[in-house]
């Protein structure tokens, strides 16, 4: 008997149990990001922490590349397409620009003024990629990028991110360093679009070369 | 009891109480309609009323489904759909439509009539019910003497329609989910009709409209009028979730073990007569349990208290005498703890179902009973003083059984001296 009614009592007792943890549970709010409608949580703090090995997709300053097909020839699955046309021989459009890594693991885009190898213990002048001007010490510097001449017409630099496996290789190769894994978080992580066509990144800007109103570029090439 | 179970007492209060009500209804309100040819005008009332039913009530399913899956999404932290309509209350819809437009398939080795018939079985049975439960003084389609005898037999035939289904399926699942179901409503209904019988000793009637006049106010409701109502409402409630396969009484629909149970060849609009029928089935064990139980369209304060004049005295006597409001938002809480138990309690096993039933509720059912036949015997109808002893009696036994007779059972049983027997009725 005893038994009996201790059944009876516990199966009440722990359904009530049971449900005063649902209950509570009801009343709080809920987890649930309305994601692509609602995109408040990510003010919130490390809501939107990336992770460190997070590469973000290919960007290309297509001004410093030189078309030497590099990154085409080492894609492991051939998502690079790049056509090119040479200028006469003894010509070139411009100079590639420097990029100039400190040490502190920050990278800098630009020219340098003078002598490209700078010796110990000089400020070296850089003439940003954004028109500014930046002083460094040569201490700071840990390495350099040549400047190369450009003598090809880019008529097409095309990269399909819908094939790109985000392996990085091209962006070793290049030796200008104007192809990049660029992970600017403004952009955010949505790469995906509603139609494949929009994955094929097209670099290509062939409006660069009509305008000979690019004196700038020129006239830093000249130097 | 008014009642005598002859064939010509039988036919006597099918047809002529629902005459008398219909002609009942054209005197008072439509006296226009009296000009018309005798029959006419009350068969036209008839109609109306059939038609709002059948209009109104597949609507309510379209609300529960929503207000399932808000709850159910609110217990687990989510927020449930959002995309259809403004914090998706269109979404049930949205869904029909889905359901209407898809393939209406027919298993080839089916019984292809007792396929295509048992979901319309179903579906009207559990429709035929809403015809005799009272939302209201004179928002009733059919006041039946034996109105509750009549729920009983007429939901009753849902398992039919399961059996149908399940068999016209020629699949394991469907014919497994069936036999379950047949063995699970056909148990439950014993304690359902047990704790009925309880209600109608004491309201000495089986006219849904009768059982409620007598519960004016909330001391005056059958749940609090003995101890022993108090318990058979519980027990009548739990057994009405085990009736409509709730969780978590839902083994003919076990989703991880008979993938849908009795329906799982339907689709298209025939499984959606299913699941309209499951949600109407839900409101309609709640709203028998409110009128049986919980007052029915009676309010919390009784009538005679409420101020006699003013605006005040006015709207809440129409919203009392009415009764709709009280009805629908006493059912709904029901319908509201019928979807909180589901998503707090895992499914039970076959045998713990069956041990539930006819080693728990039967008894308590028959103790039930015993104790309001006791009662009647003891305290004359309906005194006040019956009513105290009976409230009284009720919050001390709570407070006995929880504060201190908890403490020496919440021990646990003791384990079953023989294993190996429980073991062979567990197969069965």
New interface residues.
Partial sequence: MRHYLSNIYLGVYTALVGMRITFKQMLQPSVTHQYPYDRSFEQKKNVREIPKGYRGKLDNRIEDCIGCKKCELICPVDCITIATQKLPKGERLWDSMNVVHLKDRTEIVGNIEGDEKPASNTTVTINTRDDRTVNVSSEEIANIVERKPVIFYLDQFDIDMSLCMYCGLCTEVCPTECLIMFDNLSDGVEYSTFDRTDLIYEFAKPEMYEQPADESTEAEAAD | MPLSLQTENLHQFFVQSSESWAQRFVQEHAPVLTHLPAPLGELLIMLACCVIFVAVVPLLPLGLVLAERK?S???????GP?RVGPHGILQTLADGVKLIFKEDHIPREGDKFLFVVSPYIIFACSFAVFAAIPFGQSILVSELNIGIFYIMAISSVIVMGVIMAGWASNSKWSLLGAMRSAAQIVSYEIPIGLCILTVVMLAQSLNMQEIVKGQDGIGNWLIFRTPFTFIAFFVFFVSAIAEVNRTPFDLPEAESELVAGFHTEYSGMRFALFFIAEYANMFAVSAIAVTLFLGGWHGIVPTEMLPESGILGFVLRAITLSGLLGVVIKTLFLVFVMM??R???PRLRVDQLMN?CWK?FIPISFFNILGVGIWGLIFPKDSLLSIIISIVAIILGLIF??GV??KS??????PPPNSAERRVSATT
């Fill in positions: 709850v999404a609110h217990i687990q932290d989510r927020v959002m909180w138990i998503w707090t309690l539930l728990y059984t929880f007779l908890g059972l919440s021990k646990g049983p003791e």
